[in-house]
């Protein structure tokens, strides 16, 4: 951090000529005006502290020689102090400084912009940025501006993951949209910010259009995706009895189209309204199946224990053993007869059948 000794050394007002150094005063001026907008350019609003410690191990000049270059420029309005997001007079950022060293101080480059084309930039940024306030100068909607497209930026990587799984959108766009933002914040100082806004203002509300709906996406209507995708999975095992139905097969083909859209955001209400339908349809198709299932199941399971109260009696078994087999048989015909799922009926049977096999083989 920035010592309070020397703040104290600062003077402010027009340049002196200070320090010995009186030939070197305006180039070293440029060269730390420039150092000072490569950073700004770079990453945004510049430490105080990190720029004067850099700038003087790479040249010959001390920390209070480019403390008070900065201090000139910022009297001249060449770039500005800020804390807290509020711009400070030199003679306010020295007091604070005096006052607590560890205060942060950060400095922006003031290169402005002509009063029109900011005026157009005011105008289009409105659209995209309902929380501008009314009276807005060029440095303060430039973060504004930075702020957005971060925000941006972080809430669609976020995203990237979970559009990367297949059958879910947003893939191409959200690699697209991020690309076109590091673009945009490759340089953040203000006049950078406000003239590239400006250049690709259409892309840019494209951009904000996309985000918006991305956003509104992932945020509101995944879960209904999932579903969506894996009721679209369970269909095709019913389609034969979907073609049969006019009605169904309509809304099953409008689904279809809907799930393989490049773009079916502004779809997804309809989605979610047919889906209902194609649902219900389908259950009633999976109902009858289980009915049936199960009803040959259980008459199955019945030919087995017949079959084996035959085989015990012509091989007269062991009466332990023989009421041992078909109790279990039994059993598991009972919980067929009450199976509610075609995976679970189809299970049993399988259990039934084995057993059936296993003990006959005993014989």
């Given at each position: 951090?920035?010592?309070?000794?020397?703040?104290?050394?600062?003077?402010?007002?027009?340049?002196?000529?200070?320090?010995?150094?009186?030939?070197?005063?305006?180039?070293?001026?440029?060269?730390?005006?420039?150092?000072?907008?490569?950073?700004?350019?770079?990453?945004?609003?510049?430490?105080?502290?990190?720029?004067?410690?850099?700038?003087?191990?790479?040249?010959?000049?001390?920390?209070?020689?480019?403390?008070?270059?900065?201090?000139?420029?910022?009297?001249?309005?060449?770039?500005?102090?800020?804390?807290?997001?509020?711009?400070?007079?030199?003679?306010?950022?020295?007091?604070?400084?005096?006052?607590?060293?560890?205060?942060?101080?950060?400095?922006?480059?003031?290169?402005?912009?002509?009063?029109?084309?900011?005026?157009?930039?005011?105008?289009?940024?409105?659209?995209?940025?309902?929380?501008?306030?009314?009276?807005?100068?060029?440095?303060?909607?430039?973060?504004?501006?930075?702020?957005?497209?971060?925000?941006?930026?972080?809430?669609?990587?976020?995203?990237?993951?979970?559009?990367?799984?297949?059958?879910?959108?947003g893939r191409k766009?959200?690699?697209?949209?991020?690309?076109?933002?590091?673009?945009?914040?490759?340089?953040?100082?203000?006049?950078?910010?406000?003239?590239?806004?400006?250049?690709?203002?259409?892309?840019?509300?494209?951009?904000?259009?996309?985000?918006?709906?991305?956003?509104?996406?992932?945020?509101?209507?995944?879960?209904?995706?999932?579903?969506?995708?894996?009721?679209?999975?369970?269909?095709?095992?019913?389609?034969?009895?979907?073609?049969?139905?006019?009605?169904?097969?309509?809304?099953?083909?409008?689904?279809?189209?809907?799930?393989?859209?490049?773009?079916?955001?502004?779809?997804?209400?309809?989605?979610?309204?047919?889906?209902?339908?194609?649902?219900?349809?389908?259950?009633?198709?999976?109902?009858?199946?289980?009915?049936?299932l199960r009803s040959?199941?259980?008459?199955?399971?019945?030919?087995?224990?017949?079959?084996?109260?035959?085989?015990?009696?012509?091989?007269?078994?062991?009466?332990?053993?023989?009421?041992?087999?078909?109790?279990?048989?039994?059993?598991?015909?009972?919980?067929?007869?009450?199976?509610?799922?075609?995976?679970?009926?189809?299970?049993?049977?399988?259990?039934?059948?084995?057993?059936?096999?296993?003990?006959?083989?005993?014989?």
């Open positions: 951090m920035i010592f309070c000794k020397l703040a104290k050394k600062i003077e402010l007002g027009p340049r002196q000529m200070v320090f010995g150094f009186e030939g070197r005063n305006t180039n070293n001026q440029d060269s730390v005006l420039l150092f000072i907008e490569k950073e700004y350019q770079a990453g945004g609003p510049a430490a105080l502290d990190g720029l004067i410690s850099s700038k003087s191990q790479s040249e010959e000049l001390s920390e209070l020689e480019i403390l008070q270059i900065i201090f000139w420029l910022a009297e001249e309005l060449k770039i500005h102090f800020f804390t807290k997001d509020h711009i400070i007079s030199p003679l306010q950022t020295k007091r604070m400084l005096i006052e607590n060293s560890n205060n942060r101080v950060f400095v922006v480059t003031n290169k402005q912009v002509d009063r029109l084309k900011f005026e157009q930039a005011l105008n289009m940024g409105r659209s995209i940025l309902p929380a501008l306030p009314e009276q807005v100068d060029q440095y303060t909607f430039s973060r504004h501006l930075v702020t957005e497209f971060k925000t941006w930026q972080t809430t669609l990587k976020s995203y990237a993951s979970q559009a990367e799984q297949p059958l879910f959108p766009e959200i690699k697209n949209s991020t690309i076109l933002l590091a673009k945009f914040l490759e340089k953040q100082d203000s006049y950078s910010m406000i003239i590239s806004f400006l250049k690709y203002q259409s892309r840019i509300v494209q951009l904000a259009e996309t985000a918006m709906v991305l956003i509104r996406f992932y945020t509101q209507k995944l879960s209904f995706w999932q579903i969506f995708v894996d009721r679209m999975q369970a269909f095709e095992t019913n389609l034969t009895e979907i073609r049969k139905d006019n009605n169904i097969l309509t809304k099953y083909c409008r689904l279809s189209e809907i799930f393989k859209s490049p773009y079916p955001y502004p779809l997804i209400n309809e989605a979610e309204c047919l889906l209902t339908d194609v649902q219900d349809f389908h259950q009633r198709v999976e109902q009858k199946k289980m009915e049936t040959k199941a259980f008459a199955e399971t019945d030919k087995m224990v017949r079959k084996l109260i035959s085989l015990f009696d012509t091989f007269e078994s062991d009466q332990k053993y023989r009421n041992h087999c078909l109790s279990e048989l039994r059993a598991l015909s009972k919980r067929i007869e009450k199976g509610n799922g075609i995976e679970e009926i189809n299970t049993l049977y399988n259990d039934a059948k084995d057993l059936f096999v296993d003990v006959i083989e005993e014989m």
